[in-house]
Structures are given as C-alpha cells and as structure tokens.
Nanobody, 131 residues
Framework: QVQLQESGGGSVQAGGSLRLSCAGSRYSYRSHCMGWFRQAPGKEREAVAVIFTASGSTYYDDSVKGRFTISQDDAKSTLYLQADSLKPEDTGIYYC????????????????????????WGQGTQVTVSS
C-alpha cells in the first residue's frame, strides 16, 4: 500500500523558513495530483499548494502565493514545500496528499479537488509560527 511520510515541521518565529518533505513509498508519482494541505486549529483542512506531477505545473492558494514553493524530486519520490516569510496564521498541521489520475489535467483541477478528492494521506507534521 502506498504511504506518505511528512517531515520537517517545527517551531519558528515570524519571518522564518521551514522546508517540509513528503516521502512516498513504492513508486514515483508520475501522473498524480499531489499537494500540501494545512489544518489550522478549529478550521477545515485546506490546500495551500498543489502540483500535477506529470507536467510539474504548480498552483498556490492566495494566502501563500509568493512565499511557499512546492516541488518534486522524482528520483527520490519526494515532495517538498519550501515555506518562507512565515506568518503566525501559517500555524497548523501540514499534510501531504496524493491522488492518481488516468488522464492529464490542468493543475487548477488539482486545487479544486479539495481534501475530499485526495485518497492518499500522510500523518501530518506540525508547524508553529510565533509572533
């Protein structure tokens, strides 16, 4: 069974940076929507950055655009999220997720899928940003 394992979370001050990693098991994700989701305390889990692995196209939520960068390393079957200029409102549990697709799609589709469209999840990693 495919598994995802996040790492790299932690506590930082506002303005700091973190690099989150998501290691995938068994095989590379050649035609998948993959994404990073954030669940803030008391809020729904929402996508912050997604990628369509076949094309490498990316899409960001407005709240992180210009500050976060999602990328993939096919050789390592690993997904990354470089989070810079962190703000207290970025605090939450960050989850890596994936869903395999049968046809190519526009990366915006990967974002519009939302949490219910993804069927492979990691266990999450905590990010805490203090002011």
């Amino acid at each position: 069974q495919v598994q995802l394992q996040e790492s790299g979370g932690g506590s930082v001050q506002a303005g700091g940076s973190l690099r989150l990693s998501c290691a995938g098991s068994r095989y590379s994700y050649r035609s998948h929507c993959m994404g990073w989701f954030r669940q803030a305390p008391g809020k729904e889990r929402e996508a912050v950055a997604v990628i369509f692995t076949a094309s490498g196209s990316t899409y960001y939520d407005d709240s992180v655009k210009g500050r976060f960068t999602i990328s993939q390393d096919d050789a390592k079957s690993t997904l990354y999220l470089q989070a810079d200029s962190l703000k207290p409102e970025d605090t939450g549990i960050y989850y890596c997720a994936a869903v395999r697709l049968a046809i190519p799609v526009d990366v915006g589709f990967c974002y519009r899928l939302g949490r219910n469209g993804y069927n492979i999840w990691g266990q999450g990693t905590q990010v805490t940003v203090s002011s």
